[in-house]
Structures are given as C-alpha cells and as structure tokens.
C-alpha cells in the first residue's frame, strides 16, 4: 500500500491571512471615512500655489550674523540629542537589570510596565509635560528625549540580557564573585557591542525628534524654524532646514559607521 504523502503546509497561515484581510479592511474604511479631497491636489490652482510657496523660500539667507545664529542651534539641537541618549543608555541599562528577571518576577512585571509608559508616549508629549516643570529651552527638550528614549533603550537592553547565555556569568557565582563583579565581568562585554549599536540607532531617532521639539519651545533648530515661519521668514526658514538635513545626514553616516564597525567583530 502506498502511504499518502502529508498535505503541504499552507502559504500563509490562516491566522496571518485574518490579519492581512483586516488591515485591508482598515486601510479601505480610512479612505472611505476620511473626506479627502484627491482631485484638489492636481488642480492647475493648487500647482500655482505651490510653486508660488517653494518660490518664497529661494534663496535661503546667507547673512554672516544669521549662520552665526543657525551655527549655534544646530549645535544646541546636537547637545540636546547627545546628551539625552547619553542619560538614556546610563539608566537604560540600570533599569534593564531588574526588568530581565534577576531580581524577581515581581519586579520585572513592575519594571516592564514602567518602561511601557515610558516609550509609549512620545517625546513631543513629554516635551509638553516637562515644560511646565523645567521652563522653555534645552533642558525641557533634553529631558523629554531621555524619559522616552529610557524606555525604549531599557527594554531592548532587557532582552538582550534575557537572550544571553548564563553559563559564563553563573560561573563566577560558583567561584565566589558577587552578582554586580559577575555582571560586569561575565554579561557586560558579551552584549556591550549590541548596547551600543541600540543605542547609536536611538541617536539617530533623536536628532531628527530634538530638531522638532524646538516647536514647542525646547530649543534648538526646531525652536528657530517655528520662529521664522510664524514671521512668515521663508528664506530664513529655508536655511534653518538644510542645517537640520545636513544636520541628521551628518550624524546618520557616523552611526551607521560605527554601528558597522561594532556589529562586525
């Protein structure tokens, strides 16, 4: 008798399939619920207007006093960035300690669902929040990008200590080390290369959030574009966005850099 082969496995899963015909269904009902007018955007009025707009931001301002202005703000927009990933990485990693299950389920349940809320409201709302405590400028913009970017770098540094092998580590227990010595001694240097390329990733996110923050009063770039376009100041404007762009293209081609130069060994 000839055994019958198994029936083979299905291209797609049929619960992956119920996902896909419902994310269809939610993109359909936004376009048929959201009163979008598409032909308005290809009127010969709307091309007019347009090109009229991008008129008004040619040439961009090249006064030596106003570069000198934009120079700072983009200095300002990269400290901000800088410094608040920094804080990020130093409390990322202390939280992510007890929120990888080596201090109890309790308080890995507890650590988790503050890191949640954490990365789970934005640094625009954060930035919002801490301005009434801290005041306009800087510090406000700075803080928001740690408080957000701990939660994020906390969790991704939380798994990557969950996924590492305890076998090195365990053994300085056996031999005597105490749970901090084996720690930094044993687990430290075996992620330390993928910490850091979380957290050089999350940099790049920050530049391009701190030079939005100054929208709401945080400083830096963002702070300067929001001025200048108030005053309807499009060529000023128009400089202060090629310093954000080359700004985050600076600092994208450095972390992808030495993102690689970590991730390769």
């Known amino acids: 008798?000839?055994?019958?082969?198994?029936?083979?496995?299905?291209?797609?899963?049929?619960?992956?399939?119920?996902?896909?015909?419902?994310?269809?269904?939610?993109?359909?009902?936004?376009?048929?619920?959201?009163?979008?007018?598409?032909?308005?955007?290809?009127?010969?009025?709307?091309?007019?207007?347009?090109?009229?707009?991008?008129?008004?931001?040619?040439?961009?301002?090249?006064?030596?006093?106003?570069?000198?202005?934009?120079?700072?703000?983009?200095?300002?927009?990269?400290?901000?960035?800088?410094?608040?990933?920094?804080?990020?990485?130093?409390?990322?990693?202390?939280?992510?300690?007890?929120?990888?299950?080596?201090?109890?389920?309790?308080?890995?349940?507890?650590?988790?669902?503050?890191?949640?809320?954490?990365?789970?409201?934005?640094?625009?709302?954060?930035?919002?929040?801490?301005?009434?405590?801290?005041?306009?400028?800087?510090?406000?913009?700075?803080?928001?990008?740690?408080?957000?970017t701990t939660g994020v770098l906390g969790r991704l540094f939380a798994d990557a200590l969950e996924n590492l092998p305890t076998a090195p580590e365990a053994t300085l227990r056996i031999n005597g080390a105490k749970p901090m010595a084996a720690f930094f001694y044993a687990a430290l240097p075996q992620i330390l290369p993928q910490l850091m390329s979380y957290t050089l990733y999350r940099w790049e996110n920050n530049i391009r959030a701190a030079a939005i923050l100054g929208i709401v009063g945080a400083g830096g770039l963002g702070q300067m574009l929001k001025y200048h376009l108030s005053l309807f100041q499009m060529q000023q404007a128009a400089t202060v966005i090629i310093a954000m762009l080359l700004l985050i293209t600076l600092v994208d081609g450095t972390s992808f850099r030495l993102r690689r130069k970590l991730t390769s060994h």
């Open 1 to 148: 008798m000839h055994q019958r082969r198994p029936a083979p496995p299905p291209i797609i899963k049929p619960a992956t399939m119920a996902f896909l015909v419902g994310l269809l269904t939610l993109i359909c009902t936004s376009f048929y619920s959201l009163a979008i007018q598409w032909r308005e955007l290809f009127t010969v009025d709307a091309v007019r207007s347009s090109v009229e707009f991008l008129r008004g931001f040619a040439p961009p301002e090249l006064a030596w006093h106003f570069l000198v202005k934009v120079a700072q703000g983009t200095l300002e927009t990269l400290s901000m960035s800088a410094l608040g990933t920094g804080i990020a990485f130093v409390c990322g990693i202390a939280l992510a300690l007890p929120a990888s299950s080596r201090f109890g389920a309790t308080t890995r349940l507890m650590i988790r669902l503050a890191l949640n809320i954490l990365r789970s409201i934005p640094e625009l709302v954060w930035a919002l929040i801490l301005l009434i405590a801290a005041g306009l400028g800087p510090f406000a913009g700075t803080l928001a990008l740690a408080v957000h």
